[in-house]
């Protein structure tokens, strides 16, 4: 079974610059997750999708982040304009949907390391 | 608001011994309870999953409980090698909600 792809692996940009990443989720997986990860802290979830839809964005700065997963599978997160403060690993997870009482197993892709100058 | 407290924050040991990790929650409504271990530049790798209704977990030299009426989860891990040297975490997951700490970062010397 492949697991959760993501691309770039690396990503170095001026501040102001906009990027984009994208992730692949694991096949048949139809909850979505990204999440930043700053140096030597937890990740913090961004934004979480059910299928195309969205379940939660209450961390996501929506003044500059953006996120989509159109067809419900891979999805693309976007930060325009970069500042320094979001020099970070992105990380994508995806899990298997049931309707329990909280999220399933969640499985990592690599993540994306982001760079702001 | 719901806040995950990893003890201790980082760990050094020779190889051999037996360790114990601590989680902490301060809203006990958890859902089920996923240990990660994070290799430094590297993603999230699942160690165990507690479901809803179980209370513990095993996976090798690995074991997991869950107390949910405290709040609390444990991570044991036996007779510990230098390939466990990595940050380990523990998210709450409830309500579609999921919450990490800072980890706790473990270093096991040969």
């Known amino acids: 079974e492949a697991g959760v792809a993501q691309s770039p692996r690396y990503k170095i940009i001026e501040k102001r610059q906009s990027v984009a990443f994208w992730c692949n989720p694991i096949s048949g997986h139809a909850t979505l997750y990204w999440y930043q990860q700053i140096l030597g802290q937890g990740p913090k979830l961004l934004i979480q999708f059910q299928n195309n839809g969205v379940v939660d964005d209450s961390q996501l700065p929506k003044d500059r982040f953006s996120a989509e997963r159109l067809k419900g599978v891979d999805s693309t997160l976007k930060i325009q304009p970069a500042k320094l403060e979001d020099s970070a690993v992105y990380l994508c997870a995806s899990s298997f949907y049931w309707r329990g009482g909280g999220n399933n197993e969640q499985f990592f892709g690599p993540g994306t390391r982001l760079t702001v100058l | 608001k719901q806040e995950v407290t990893q003890i201790p924050a980082a760990l050094s040991v020779p190889e051999g011994e037996n360790l114990v990790l601590n989680c902490s929650f301060t809203?006990?409504?958890?859902?089920?309870l996923q240990w990660f271990r994070q290799d430094p530049g590297k993603g999230l790798t699942s160690l165990l999953l507690i479901q809803s209704s179980q209370r513990e977990q095993t996976s090798g030299r690995l074991n997991a409980s869950l107390d949910k009426s405290s709040g609390r989860s444990t991570l044991y891990i036996a007779a510990s090698q230098p390939g466990d040297s990595a940050t380990y975490l523990c998210?709450?997951?409830?309500?579609?909600?999921?919450?990490f700490g800072a980890g706790t970062r473990l270093f096991v010397k040969a």
């Open positions: 809203d006990s409504a958890i859902y089920n």
């Open positions: 998210p709450y997951t409830g309500g579609f909600k999921t919450i």
